[in-house]
């Protein structure tokens, strides 16, 4: 059974930082690429980064410079760390496993989601 769990939103004032985590289980973890999506109310999920099992880091522009993906093979994990956050980063993180092609990405599986919120 594939699990991907994610952990480490919350409630954070602009300008600040957190860092999500997604540990992941069920699946090998060093053949899938792995992403972060996320979905704002009203709006349609989008992909915000993705990271080969060989590292290659993609990024939408509006994250790019601020936040920056990451992966453990060794703990199955991968991480967003998320710097500079803005009331529009506000929205539901989820994080994913699939295969990635420059900037798209295909996802197999899907975490059950971690929300941020950035107050102004």
């Known amino acids: 059974q594939v699990q991907l769990v994610e952990s480490g939103g919350g409630l954070v004032q602009a300008g600040g930082s957190l860092r999500l985590s997604c540990a992941a289980s069920?699946?090998?973890?060093?053949?899938?690429?792995m992403g972060w999506y996320r979905q704002a109310p009203g709006k349609q999920r989008e992909l915000v980064a993705s990271?080969?099992?060989?590292?290659?880091?993609v990024y939408a522009d509006s994250v790019k410079g601020r936040f920056t993906i990451s992966r453990d093979n060794a703990k199955n994990t991968v991480y967003l760390q998320m710097n500079s956050l803005k009331p529009e980063d506000t929205a539901v993180y989820y994080c994913?496993?699939?295969?990635?092609?420059?900037?798209?990405?295909?996802?197999?599986?899907w975490g059950q989601g971690t929300q941020v919120t950035v107050d102004s």
């Open positions: 069920g699946i090998v973890f060093n053949i899938n690429d």
């Open positions: 990271i080969s099992t060989v590292g290659t880091t």
């Open positions: 994913a496993s699939g295969r990635s092609r420059g900037s798209s990405f295909t996802t197999w599986n």
